[in-house]
């Protein structure tokens, strides 16, 4: 999320934080419109629109485990053809017993529109604006110079976090 994105998003919590703390009874209407509270359920179940919603999210988690399990059943690589025993990996590669290569895998990405370098990045960014670069160091095995490089352009700030969790053990 670049720094627009981010102040628009903070400009609206704090729209609805003051709505609410000026009409705490705003909460009760809204979630009337979700809870009845007399048959103990929420009344959108009944709603068509809310059920196709709720099938058609359902049908894409279906698919989306059918075409993991489709992927891990039909593992094919060049080193695979003739093999007694599925290869271990998910995308086996040209070597028996290797996984593909990462240019490979990277250009059969792109081939599919998928950027994987600027999803990494991406992930990489948001990871470290919320944890502190030691824990991002040894969760994703780089360097902690790297993590807190990542940290600094994310602008995560966990200068105080040691003190803030000693403070918490304290109380």
């Not at 359902?58 to 059918?66: K, L, M």
């Not at 059943?73 to 007694?84: E, F, L, P, S, W």
Request: charged fraction near 20%; avoid cysteine; charge should be positive.
């Amino acid at each position: 999320m670049n720094r627009t994105g981010l102040f628009i998003a903070l400009s609206l919590a704090l729209m609805i934080g003051i709505v609410f703390a000026i009409y705490p009874e705003l909460d009760l209407k809204l979630s009337a419109l979700f809870y009845d509270a007399s048959a103990r359920s929420f009344s959108l179940k009944n709603d068509a629109l809310a059920a196709f919603a709720k099938a058609y999210a359902d049908q894409g988690e279906r698919d989306h485990a059918a075409l993991a399990r489709a992927v891990v059943a039909n593992r094919k690589g060049h080193a695979t053809i003739g093999a007694r025993q599925p290869s271990p990996w998910l995308f086996p590669g040209g070597q028996p017993g290797r996984p593909i290569s990462t240019a490979r895998l990277t250009s059969r990405l792109h081939e599919l529109g998928i950027r994987p370098g600027q999803d990494r990045s991406t992930a990489l960014f948001q990871l470290a604006a919320e944890i502190p670069a030691a824990i991002l160091a040894r969760t994703l095995a780089i360097s902690t110079k790297a993590a807190v490089t990542w940290q600094r352009h994310a602008a995560g700030d966990w200068i105080t976090y040691a003190a803030d969790i000693s403070h918490r053990l304290e109380s």
